[in-house]
């Protein structure tokens, strides 16, 4: 059975520490495993449309996604390695750890992405848009960064579309 887990916010030391890479034999475990579980339970509850390990403070190099497109199943990934691509574009970001709050920060628009599943086997993802977007924003928390770092213009969420925004 799969637990929301409590999400830390800003000013957590957790979420500046790098996260340490996952050893590929304890993927198996059971801890682990519940982990993953967890992280979607907790990720969908937010309700949001990724999570790292550091925002449920275990600070491992792990995120879970779920971006609701016809391109993308949700996925776990596990020891990412990034690649962007494409022209930068600005975007307005919000996150779980940032509650209330929105920023206009710039991403590459494209990215491609290698890592394990949750079974322990190599995986390649590629995409943009929200997907793009939301990778480069989970890869940062793994890193010890929040989007506030970098965004300009950080604000409340005042209307509904950054409120959405806000939210995810």
């Known amino acids: 059975m799969a637990y ?5 916010t800003e000013g957590h030391p957790t979420l500046r520490k790098i996260a340490k890479r996952v050893d590929p034999k304890e ?33 491992k190099r792990l995120f879970v ?10 996925a776990v990934v596990i020891n990412p390695k990034l690649e962007t691509d494409g022209d930068e574009i600005e975007l307005k970001e919000g996150c779980l750890s940032v509650p209330g709050m929105v920023g ?6 494209r990215v491609t992405l290698t890592g394990l ?5 190599k995986i390649r993802l590629e995409g943009d848009g929200l997907f793009a977007q939301c990778v480069q924003h989970e890869v940062d928390h793994l890193d010890g ?3 506030i770092d970098r965004a300009a213009n950080v604000r ?4 509904e579309e950054e409120k959405e925004t806000a939210e995810a």
Request: aromatic residues 6%; proline residues 8%; charged residues 30%.
């Open 156 to 159: 409340p969420a005042l209307t």
């Open 104 to 109: 206009d920060i710039v991403r590459k628009e």
């Open 27 to 59: 993927i198996r475990e059971p801890l682990f495993q519940q982990l993953i579980d967890d992280m979607f339970e907790t990720m969908y509850e937010a309700p949001g449309v990724g999570l790292a390990a550091p925002q449920v403070n275990v600070s």
């Open 145 to 147: 960064k929040l989007y």
């Open 117 to 121: 599943d949750r079974n322990g086997q």
């Open 4 to 8: 929301v887990r409590e999400i830390l």
């Open 65 to 74: 996604i779920d971006v609701r497109d016809d391109e993308h199943e949700p």
